[in-house]
């Protein structure tokens, strides 16, 4: 009875995930080919299949397979248990939501993003307010409908990163905080002079591109199960672990930002290629939370992309297709990767910095969704935080309230993952060098496979099977402990500025 029920409820989420690679297939084409003028039909086809989605995942069979097989939670394995908690966690957070409202959303959320996209260009906020007011109105209708304790936000972060609260992320961030302003303010009082001219100039797109590629596939992306497009935003996506979506943007005035958004992403896109076959239809292919998927796009992109080993591979690379590189020194080349400095943008923040970005958009959305501030004081609070900081100010929407895409589709609450992802990444990265200590030399021939098969083992194959603080624990033996990464910080960053 319980084979045949688990191989019936295996075989319906798999036609639920095939329709949900439909609509994430369709909304790459939105963010990378669509036509300009094809906006509302594509907002109207995104709205149709979300509602099938919706009826697939709130149907009587879902009940149905529920309360069949509820009963036999104490005779089910591992995955057979996460497959029904999952489904019944998505089930009861669907249901709660009025069809028609949930509809309404992705139309809404559609044109927000389309909105964003030609505010962000005009460098005007008032263009995207009136869709962001909407987005944002729904959000806290819907929270309402899933209901909430002590703080409305805590509903939101539970839908990224399951059993956080504000009250926990408090504790943590705020010693995350004081971690990084004392890092910072030893850095400020050093003499070093970083050079970052080489990194400024005009560097061809298709040549970017070139050396994005080469990089991507040397870090252990499958090009024959993924691509590389250019979008807006940066993003990743993916229809399966056997086709995998990555864009980056190209900017050819300055080298790194595409090229370490190439890698931050392909961390996202290993990730996903990674994750066992043995879970299709389960409802686990997916990764474990979106702060453990940020801990490998940017465990990619900085321990790994930015370490002083792999840049003494990349640079004689950069010399291959640009004469800029031609008379720099390991030395130069990996201070400049990693040069401190308070910035606006938070995709090209440097990896110490970068933290209170989040902490700044975190701070925003829990007085943004617990009614505290409203649409209208967003830009102005937005630009007082940054001069508190990080002691910069932007110049334009563009570079300020306007630079993520994030709050267009509705996703409050994701921001926290980004910096709970480097402390993920920084716990897994202390388990990996105390079981194979000289790992980081292979780096310094561009080869990741090591690395990249104790991450599939530890991490990337086993999906959503577990949760982030089981995942956590089976790997580092502990919970998310906030100290590794500013130790890592210290390290790191320490060394480079003579800091003692």
């Not at 400024?200 to 991507?216: D, I, M, T």
């Amino acid at each position: 009875m319980l084979d045949k029920k688990i191989n019936e409820l295996k075989d319906y989420l798999k036609k639920y995930e095939k329709l949900n690679q439909a609509i994430a297939l369709i909304y790459w084409d939105m963010r990378t080919n669509m036509p300009e003028k094809a906006g509302e039909n594509r907002g109207e086809l995104l709205q149709y299949l979300s509602e099938e989605s919706f009826k697939m995942l709130t149907s009587d069979t879902v009940k149905n397979f529920i309360e069949d097989l509820s009963p036999y939670k104490d005779k089910m394995n591992k995955l057979q248990c996460r497959m029904l908690e999952e489904l019944e966690r998505k089930y009861n957070e669907t249901k709660k939501i009025p069809q028609e409202k949930y509809v309404e959303f992705v139309g809404i959320c559609s044109n927000a993003e389309i909105a964003w996209e030609k505010a962000k260009e005009a460098k005007d906020f008032e263009i995207f307010k009136p869709h962001l007011e909407k987005v944002v109105k729904y959000t806290q209708e819907f929270i309402e409908y899933w209901g909430y304790n002590n703080d409305k936000y805590d509903t939101l972060l539970d839908k990224y990163e399951l059993g956080l609260t504000t009250e926990k992320l408090d504790k943590i961030f705020n010693e995350l905080k004081v971690g990084i302003i004392e890092i910072l303010s030893k850095i400020k009082e050093s003499s070093k002079n970083i050079n970052r001219d080489f990194l400024y100039g005009h560097f061809n797109a298709e040549k970017q591109k070139e050396l994005s590629l080469r990089v991507l596939e040397k870090i252990g992306f499958d090009m024959k199960a993924g691509r590389l497009d250019v979008s807006v935003h940066p993003f990743t996506t993916n229809f399966g672990n056997k086709d995998v979506r990555l864009t980056t943007n190209y900017h050819e005035d300055e080298f790194t930002s595409a090229l370490f958004s190439t890698i931050h992403e392909g961390g996202h896109g290993i990730y996903e290629q990674n994750i066992s076959d043995d879970l299709e239809g389960t409802g686990l292919q997916i990764g474990a939370s979106m702060a453990i998927h940020e801990s490998q796009s940017r465990f990619y992109e900085n321990i790994l992309g930015r370490s002083k080993e792999f840049c003494s591979y990349l640079l004689p690379l950069a010399k291959e297709y640009f004469d800029d590189f031609k008379n720099v020194s390991l030395d130069e080349f990996y201070e400049a990767m990693n040069y401190v400095e308070a910035s606006l943008i938070r995709t090209e923040a440097d990896e110490l910095t970068y933290g209170l970005h989040i902490i700044i958009r975190y701070e925003i959305e829990k007085d943004l969704i617990n009614g505290r501030i409203k649409v209208e004081d967003l830009k102005k609070m937005w630009n007082k935080k940054y001069r508190e900081y990080l002691g910069v100010e932007p110049k334009n929407d563009a570079e300020g309230i306007l630079q993520d895409m994030h709050w267009s589709d509705g996703s409050f609450g994701y921001f926290p993952s980004y910096a709970l992802g480097n402390l993920y990444g920084a716990q897994f990265l202390n388990t990996l060098i105390n079981e194979k200590p000289d790992i980081f030399e292979d780096l310094k021939e561009g080869k990741f496979t090591e690395i990249n098969e104790w991450l599939k083992e530890k991490v990337h194959r086993h999906g959503a099977l577990y949760t982030p603080n089981e995942l956590i624990k089976n790997i580092t033996g502990e919970e998310l402990n906030p100290k590794y990464f500013i130790e890592y910080l210290k390290n790191k960053y320490y060394r480079i500025y003579n800091v003692k």
